[in-house]
């Protein structure tokens, strides 16, 4: 498919750390995790030596490049002026390399009890409490206050590198983390970090993990090839999937719960029906995945300088932009914006394409919100609906 003006993504702005130049050639200097936050006001980026960056949003006019301000999509504010009471950029010093980061919300404060003084402190606007995970080379886990900068909790278990985070989308805090100790560890943060589970059954390094939008299923997956899907009720393996030829490195749900979208060192990224289990689509690429994440559209990011972001209605990538040494990527979450990750501590900020999704799609996510798989192929309607409903087809 070939790409018009309007398809291609616009490099919006590239920061880089602001560290002394002799650190620039030393190791550990990756970005191996940039995240927004769920109201999309806060930016994290891990700008390598144990240093994560967190940026109000949207950026100021000085970070744009002039071909931002020309773009038809982007999501910055155009401004010379900082409004009164506006957040400030915060420095959170980890003490080691960060591999993950995620952020969590809560409509009460938590870790208060460490702080007596000095309760968690919300958001003017929405009265929710921001934390940020990040997740170290020691194995720790620690959790900071995104409007204070303070660290509330440092959970300790893990026996190695801390590879991956996810929260539960429903205010409850719950903390999933994956880790090259070939365990999942499931943490609740309102009782004050307390391990609730500890997953085994992973044979190598646990890459990624991810907790679905409607909180009843985990996915994980490792380096075994295989991807693990778990109760988030019962903390029991619900089934295996099986399909890569390589570790399986990303992972991710659909914003329905409906699919499953996973991606390889072996080149290809699969979607999965994760009710059932069954493959229902591989994209292809010509070199490794890295990071992968979902939103309207499936973007992948490629470690041969190429982001390539896909439709589901479409079989070719609807963009398509060259990315050097790119490690991992994060949507906007209300569109419009994918930010890239790269090996020198780098982040970037493309615009990403609109695809307008047609009526029946927009139908079908609706539906899929409230109904499995199962529930949906139980409903009396004609076979030709029912595979619409489940991903199968296209109509």
């Known amino acids: 498919m070939s790409q018009t003006m309007e398809d291609i993504p616009v490099l919006l702005a590239e920061l880089r750390p602001g560290r002394e ?42 970070h744009l490049k002039p071909q931002a301000l020309k ?3 982007h999501c910055f504010k155009i401004t010379d002026v900082k409004e009164q009471g506006s957040p400030k950029e915060k420095i959170l010093d980890c003490g080691q390399i960060v591999w993950a980061l995620a952020f969590g919300c809560s409509s009460s404060p938590v870790g208060w009890k460490l702080w ?43 026996q ?11 205010n409850n805090l719950i903390l999933v983390t994956a880790s090259r100790d070939k365990t999942l560890r499931i943490w609740d943060l309102k009782k004050d970090g307390k391990l609730i589970q500890v997953l085994s059954g992973h044979i190598q390094w646990v890459y990624c993990c991810a907790i679905s939008p409607d909180c009843s ?20 393996l619900i089934r295996k999937l099986e399909g890569h030829q390589n570790s399986v490195v990303s992972c991710d749900f659909s914003p329905d719960s409906a699919l499953l979208v996973t991606a390889s060192y072996d080149t290809t990224v699969i979607m999965w029906d994760p009710y059932t289990g069954e493959k229902l689509r591989e994209f292809l690429h010509v070199c490794l995945q890295p990071d992968l994440e979902y939103s309207t559209t499936e973007p992948q990011l490629s470690a ?28 906007f979450p209300h569109g419009g914006i994918l930010a890239t990750g790269n090996r020198d501590g780098h982040v970037q900020f493309w615009t990403s394409p609109k695809v307008l999704s047609s009526l029946r799609h927009l139908c079908r996510k609706t539906i899929r919100c409230f109904l499995t798989t199962y529930q949906v192929l139980a409903l009396p309607i004609p076979r030709k609906m029912k595979d619409f409903l489940t991903y199968r087809t296209h109509l």
Not at 56 to 62: A, N, R, T
Not at 160 to 170: T, Y
Not at 217 to 236: D, F, I, Q
Request: charged share 20%; hydrophobic share 40%.
């Open 116 to 158: 007596p003084s000095s309760r968690l402190k919300a958001s003017e606007n929405n009265r929710t409490y921001q934390l940020l995970a990040t997740g170290l080379n020691n194995g720790h886990v620690k959790v900071w206050d995104v409007h204070t900068g303070r660290i509330l909790f440092n959970l300790s278990g893990h």
């Open 304 to 331: 041969l300088r190429f982001l390539r972001i896909w439709s589901l209605e479409l079989q070719d990538p609807v963009s398509v932009a060259p990315v050097t040494n790119g490690l991992c990527c994060a949507f």
């Open 160 to 170: 190695d590198v801390v590879r991956d985070l996810s929260f539960s989308s429903n």
């Open 71 to 73: 773009a038809k999509n």
């Open 217 to 236: 299923m985990l996915c994980s997956a490792a380096g075994e090839n295989s991807v693990k899907l778990w109760s988030m009720h019962s903390y029991t």
């Open 21 to 62: 130049q002799p650190y620039d050639w030393k190791s550990s200097c990756e970005t191996w995790s940039v995240a927004f936050s769920p109201d999309g006001k806060w930016f994290a980026w891990s700008q390598g030596h144990g240093i994560v960056k967190l940026l109000p949003w949207p950026l100021d006019k000085e």
